[in-house]
T-cell receptor, first 114, second 111 residues
Framework: EAQVTQNPRYLITVTGKKLTVTCSQNMNHEYMSWYRQDPGLGLRQIYYSMNVEVTDKGDVPEGYKVSRKEKRNFPLILESPSPNQTSLYFC?????????????FGAGSRLTVL | GNSVTQMEGPVTLSEEAFLTINCTYTATGYPSLFWYVQYPGEGLQLLLKATKADDKGSNKGFEATYRKETTSFHLEKGSVQVSDSAVYFCALNRDTDKLIFGTGTRLQVFP
């Protein structure tokens, strides 16, 4: 089944404890992206990647890192999480960026930082 | 810059009622327009899309028409069901790397 898989789905952590949210897609998509969803703000893009070893900042990149060493994987790294990073995170991918390309989303990762 | 504005929710309807969720956009040129739906506890999934003016996207009884003259892409359904309860996101995409989302509209349908 074509899908985007995120782990963990739920995580509670404490301020400053590094964590990684993994994302993997099995559709050979070039483009991958991370979003966070917060009430009243919709979805905001954190980082995106056009291809292997090519990443760039989205609208809200502060406090996050990403890497794209393989085409299928695009992990989101929080080096020193803070409470304002408590949110629902989504990884998404598409064959190409832009135009009529459709994003396929993961099921989401709910992160709570205490 | 490019942006999407959609009506605030929640929208509360009885089963079999008519649904309209308004969406307007600001963009240069001719963006592609989308409606994504998020069911409880799930990620977003494409509901329908339209890629040029006057195109009508449709799926699962939902429809939206790309109106260039009014810069709108309103979502409609003639008879909603309880299973349609979800959050609906309007979005646009120019020839860029980023899909721009509206803030989402929660729909609640009661029996």
């Amino acid at each position: 089944e074509a899908q985007v898989t995120q782990n963990p789905r739920y995580l509670i952590t404490v301020t400053g404890k590094k964590l990684t949210v993994t994302c993997s897609q099995n559709m050979n998509h070039e483009y991958m992206s991370w979003y966070r969803q917060d009430p009243g703000l919709g979805l905001r893009q954190i980082y995106y990647s056009m291809n292997v070893e090519v990443t760039d900042k989205g609208d809200v990149p502060e406090g996050y890192k990403v890497s794209r060493k393989e085409k299928r994987n695009f992990p989101l790294i929080l080096e020193s999480p803070s409470p304002n990073q408590t949110s629902l995170y989504f990884c998404a991918s598409s064959l190409q960026p832009g135009g009529a390309n459709v994003l396929t989303f993961g099921a989401g990762s709910r992160l709570t930082v205490l | 810059g490019n942006s999407v504005t959609q009506m605030e929710g929640p929208v509360t309807l009885s089963e079999e009622a008519f649904l309209t969720i308004n969406c307007t956009y600001t963009a240069t040129g001719y963006p592609s327009l989308f409606w994504y739906v998020q069911y409880p506890g799930e990620g977003l999934q494409l509901l329908l899309k339209a890629t040029k003016a006057d195109d009508k996207g449709s799926n699962k009884g939902f429809e939206a028409t790309y109106r260039k003259e009014t810069t709108s892409f309103h979502l409609e359904k003639g008879s909603v069901q309880v299973s349609d309860s979800a959050v609906y996101f309007c979005a646009l995409n120019r020839d860029t790397d980023k899909l721009i989302f509206g803030t989402g509209t929660r729909l609640q349908v009661f029996p």
